[in-house]
């Protein structure tokens, strides 16, 4: 399995530019998390969403911020506009589904994003 | 609400013991967890703790749980430079709550 994909890698930006993060959860998990990580705020979770549905959006800072999950396979986090004290690296996890605890959660390598 | 704290650094020396602490406020978390985030990259789960054992060994990794003070801690044994990373607490299921994480550095 390739694991969590994430896309881009790197990005940057101007402030007040649209920006859209991708993701792709490993084939067959059910759960799916967006993190944010700086070294002000530690690991911070943004949202996750279960069978696509958004169960928990109370780590989303503000309206500038929305996440989707069109279907089993896909994410994005769009950051409209961003500014600087956007810049963090942001993870995307999934879960497989069922309770044993090796189905926590597998991390992305990260975007690290920089609004200039 | 729920809450898990962690020193935020640690160094020792290459083949000495590391011992990483944490501290978390549910009670009710079946089981708990450390990850290992390495320079650049995701977090990695390492190991993982049932929360009615008191303590877990693998290979170098020792978990020592104390669920009355609400403790939880994370030994490794002969640590090497390739342990050096961020070391990460949590708890919880489906949603994880992650302490700050503690930085250990290994000098040569």
Redesign the interface.
Known sequence: DAG?IQSPRHEVTEMGQEVTLRCKPISGHN?L?WYRQTMMR??E?LI?F?NNVP??DSGMPEDRFSAKMPNASFSTLKIQPSEPRDSAVY?C?S?GQG?R??Y???????TRLTVT | GEDVEQSLFLSVREGDSSVINCTYTDSSSTYLYWYKQEPGAGLQLLTYIFSNMDMKQDQRLTVLLNKKDKHLSLRIADTQTGDSAIYFCAEGKGKLIFGQGTTLQVKP
């Open positions: 969590v759960s998390f530690g690991l979770l996750y279960n169960i928990d993870f996890a879960r309770d605890p090796s926590e959660q597998y991390f992305g390598p990260g």
